[in-house]
Structures are given as C-alpha cells and as structure tokens.
C-alpha cells in the first residue's frame, strides 16, 4: 500500500534585520543626559590629534548661581545613546565630575568652528555623526544660516581642527557635495509616500524596510521582482534630503534561483522533486520527495539561503512520488500536474 505523508506547513524564520550600520550623532548646542537624568548640553566634540576619530565628548550643566557652568568631559565609551535629539550617558554627574574632569587632549569642535568647500566659507558645524565601532567620522551637517542645514561625507574632510573643518568637492560641485538636511524620521517617511505613490509598488511595500541615516538611505528586505527593485529606486530619485542610496533590495525571482540552486548543490536533495516559490522574502517549499530527511534538509538548506526571511514548507513525503512543481525546480524535470501532485 502506498505510503503518503502530508503535513500541515512548517515555518521557520530568520532574525528581524536591523540598520546596516551604527552610528552616534552629536548635535551641537543639543540637549544631554547624564544616566540619572539630569539634563546638560552638548558643548564640545573632541576628536583626536588625527583629526579622525571621537574620543569625548563636553557637555555643559546649568548652574543655580551662575548660570552655564564649566565644560565636563565624557569618553566615548561613557556614551549609552547617542541621537540628533538627546545624548544619553551612561554615567552620573558625580561620576563626571570625579572621575573625567581632567581635559582631553585633541581638536575640541564647537558651534563655533566654520566649514570651508574649496577654502570658501560655507557655514558653521551642527552636528557630527561617528560609526561606533571605529569610533571614525562618517558624515557633518552643517548651519548655513538662511540656506538652512545642509549634509556632507566624511570623505571629503581635507583638513580638521578645532577652527575650521575644510571639505574639498574633488571635481564636483558644492550642490552634489552638499545635501539639504533632512531628519531621519522626516526622510524615512517621504521616502515611504514616494514608493506607497507609485501604484505598481504599493503591493512590495510590506516587504521593504527602509533605513536612514543623515541623508544615506538603504532600501533592505524583499520585492516581487527584478523591475520593482528598478522602480523602487526610481521613485526616490527626486525626494528631497537624500544623499546616497543603496538599494539592497532582493527580488524574488532572484531568490527563487538561490534557494534551488542551494538545493540542487546539496547531495541529500540534489535529486529531490522540490519548487520554490518566494513571496516577498516567505519561501513556500512545495513538492514530492521520498523521506522525511529529505524534507527536513530541504527546509534547512532553503533557511539557509542569503536573503530568505521565512520558509513554509509544505513538501510532502511520499516515496512512489514523482511530482515536481514548475517554477524553480531543482531537476529540470516538468510537472505533471503543475504544483501538485499525481493523477
């Protein structure tokens, strides 16, 4: 008698992504906390002789009697959060107090240190924003008065100190140089509408996360296909504050490839009769094979695959089987009945 197993579909899901990078931001004049909550502000950057990296950073308490007090400093790794909107220690004011009240060495920056574009003033320095694992600069937002504020690359930093920061546009003009600043949430949400706008995107936009970070967008997560990862680009091409964009999206036809691919290199489901059918990153495995090993490899090759968030597998077990679904097979062969099983 013929043995057929057909079970209820299996899901197993990979890590929930997270921002491609990390970052702490600075914004200059910009309110700080110390781990208690008692509120400072952000006085000074201090970056080191090479003009590089952050290494404190000075923040300034209210006094009672003579209003702003004396600068206190706190290393980087003092640092629990830091945002555009707060800069949250990790330490108490006392512990500020004791134990970093010595002055660092290094270029301390202020609201008062200008910003230069091919040795011509552009405006003063706002914000600065560091990857924490170097610790290095990433990208400036500089005040240009009237102009509003306006972003800039590390990269172009020729020349830093406590004075002025000089930025060389290498052959480019200061309007690509220069992006008008734009907060992240603000940018993130346009960057949204202007996908949601286009009608032929609206059903991928549950797939896509969208990450910004001073004016460098990444378009992350899953696409039905090749064209909508094209036309998802396309539509951030004319929103407002973007500097860069890196569009990392994955369509699904390309993930169709991967996961057989993967499936038809491994020697335990090389043979296999398995389709694969992704839906904005959710493979569903689908098909007939022999074991029950079989099928278990084949979930863990597929979760295995860059770029797969969630696999169902709805492969059933039958060891007379000799169905292979259509789209994406692993064998070459054709369906006989297409998705499904025998007649």
Not at 7 to 18: I, L
Not at 137 to 155: C, F, H, Q, T
Request: aromatic share 4%; charged share 20%.
């Amino acid at each position: 008698m013929e043995t057929l197993e057909t079970p209820s579909a299996t899901a197993t899901s990979t890590t929930t992504s997270a921002p491609p990078i990390s970052v702490s931001a600075f914004r200059l004049g910009g309110p700080a906390q110390t781990s208690e909550g008692e509120s400072a502000t952000i006085a000074q950057v201090v970056m080191d002789v090479s003009g590089q990296a952050i290494t404190h950073i000075g923040v300034r308490f209210q006094s009672f009697f003579f209003g702003s007090g004396q600068v206190s400093y706190a290393p980087f790794e003092a640092i629990a959060e830091a945002t555009p909107d707060m800069v949250t220690l990790s330490v108490t004011r006392q512990e500020l107090d004791e134990r970093m009240k010595a002055t660092p060495t290094g270029f301390k920056l202020s609201v008062e240190t200008q910003v230069l574009l091919d040795a011509k003033r552009v405006g003063r320095i706002s914000q600065l924003i560091f990857e924490n694992e170097s610790q290095r600069l990433w990208r400036l937002v500089i005040d240009r008065g009237l102009s509003g504020e306006w972003s800039a690359p590390a990269s172009a930093v020729t020349q830093l100190d406590a004075r002025q920061i000089s930025l060389s546009s290498k052959g480019a003009t200061a309007t690509t140089l220069l992006t008008p600043y734009v907060s992240d949430n603000e940018l993130a949400e346009d960057a949204r509408r202007a996908i949601e706008n286009y009608t032929p995107l609206r059903i991928d936009l549950k797939g896509i996360d969208i990450y910004v970070i001073a004016g460098v967008v990444w378009l992350e997560g899953h696409v039905s296909s090749d064209l909508n990862r094209r036309l998802a680009a396309d539509q951030l091409r004319t929103v407002n504050g973007i500097a860069e964009l890196h569009n990392e999206l994955i369509p699904d036809n390309e993930l169709a490839t991967s996961v057989s691919q993967a499936l038809a290199r491994d020697p335990r489901t090389a043979h296999a009769h398995i389709g694969v059918y992704p839906t904005l990153g959710v493979v569903h495995l689908r098909g007939v094979v022999a074991t029950n090993e079989v099928r278990q490899a084949a979930g863990q090759i597929a979760q295995a695959t860059p770029g797969v968030k969630t696999v169902l597998d709805e492969i059933r077990v039958n060891p007379m089987g000799d169905v292979l679904p259509t789209l994406a097979g692993v064998t070459g062969e054709e369906d006989h009945i297409p998705g499904g099983g025998e007649e």
